[in-house]
């Protein structure tokens, strides 16, 4: 059974930083792409960061160059460092794990709060 456990959200005020982890189980964590979305009240689910299974990195315009996703196949867990935040990055932060393998393969994990305070 895939699981996937986010954690390290929380209140912030403005400026401050978050550290966010997925740890991943039940599945070749290093074979799958790893990323982040973020849903706000009332709003769509937005992609934030990727992170292919060689590491290659991706991300929204809105958190380039103040987020930084990584990743410890060793650990089988993802990060989403987060710096300079702003109260627009106020969401529910999602963990996304996907590969295909003849057919796609996708799961999320149930998701963590992040609150920034202007």
């Known amino acids: 059974q895939v699981q996937l456990v986010e954690s390290g959200g929380g209140l912030v005020q403005a400026g401050g930083s978050l550290r966010l982890s997925c740890a991943a189980s039940?599945?070749?964590?290093?074979?799958?792409?790893m990323g982040w979305y973020r849903q706000a009240p009332g709003k769509q689910r937005e992609l934030v960061a990727t992170?292919?299974?060689?590491?290659?990195?991706d991300y929204a315009d809105s958190v380039k160059g103040r987020f930084t996703i990584s990743r410890d196949n060793a650990k089988n867990t993802v990060y989403l460092q987060m710096n300079s935040l702003k109260p627009e990055d106020t969401a529910v932060y999602y963990c996304?794990?996907?590969?295909?393998?003849?057919?796609?393969?996708?799961?999320w994990g149930q998701g963590t709060q992040v609150t920034v305070s202007s």
């Open positions: 992170i292919t299974s060689g590491g290659d990195t």
């Open positions: 039940g599945l070749i964590f290093s074979r799958y792409a």
């Open positions: 996304n794990a996907n590969v295909v393998i003849v057919i796609p393969y996708e799961y």
